[in-house]
């Protein structure tokens, strides 16, 4: 079984431009959960979806970031314009309930570094 | 609120010889409380977690945590410390809120 996959693994960008950042969860899991760690930093939550909905997106730093998970499957991240502040690895998670109590598995994460 | 404190930013054993990391945690309620490890590289792997069942959780590649609610602490051990035990690890605590705060992680370094 496939786990959680985050494309792509690196990305450098001029401060600026814009990326997207995409997170394939595991196959069913109607949760899925987006994390960021900047640089020194603890890993923070960004926000969640179930299916295509988001049920909190409270951790979402700025209007900047966009996030979206159309027909409930994959998610996309975009960072637009992105600032130097943006730069550290974003996990992506997916569970088959909320993490209330039950186990999260993570992508790889996507290191994100904005020159 | 919750809060999780990781007691060491870095932990040094030598191989074979006892791994301590320390958890502290907050919670209003009645929490999960998790571990996992993140090998360079690689993505967050789920060690063991704690949900109101036994105190004392036993978890993959020998690791096992404590829970004392009187303490309120997660301690992370392990008997004897592996070479590819190195690694960063992170304490994770959830509440019925299913809001999940980790803490700063605590790097392991294990001494041939």
């Known amino acids: 079984e496939a786990g959680v996959t985050q494309f792509p693994s690196h990305s450098v960008i001029e401060k600026g431009q814009t990326v997207t950042l995409r997170c394939d969860p595991i196959s069913g899991h109607d949760n899925l959960y987006w994390y960021r760690r900047v640089m020194g930093k603890e890993i923070k939550f960004l926000l969640h979806?179930?299916?295509?909905?988001?049920?909190?997106e409270s951790g979402m730093p700025n209007n900047r970031f966009l996030a979206e998970r159309t027909g409930g499957t994959y998610s996309t991240l975009k960072v637009q314009p992105a600032e130097l502040e943006d730069s550290g690895v974003y996990f992506c998670?997916?569970?088959?309930?909320?993490?209330?109590?039950?186990?999260?598995?993570f992508g790889q994460g996507t290191r994100l570094t904005v020159v | 609120a919750q809060s999780v404190t990781q007691l060491d930013s870095h932990v040094s054993v030598s191989e074979g010889t006892p791994v301590l990391l320390r958890c502290n945690y907050s919670?209003?309620?009645?929490?999960?409380l998790f571990w996992y490890v993140q090998h360079p590289n690689k993505g967050l792997q789920l060690l063991l977690k704690y949900t109101s069942a036994a105190t004392l959780v036993k978890g993959i590649n020998g690791f096992e945590a404590e829970f004392k609610k009187s303490e309120t602490s997660f301690h992370l051990t392990k008997p004897s410390a592996h070479m590819s035990d190195a690694a960063e690890y992170f304490c994770?605590?959830?509440?019925?809120?299913?809001?999940?705060?980790f803490g700063a992680g605590t790097r392991l370094f294990v001494k041939a």
């Open positions: 919670s209003s309620y009645s929490p999960s």
């Open positions: 979806f179930v299916k295509e909905s988001k049920q909190d």
């Open positions: 994770v605590v959830s509440d019925r809120g299913f809001k999940t705060i």
């Open positions: 998670a997916s569970s088959l309930t909320r993490t209330g109590s039950t186990e999260a598995f």
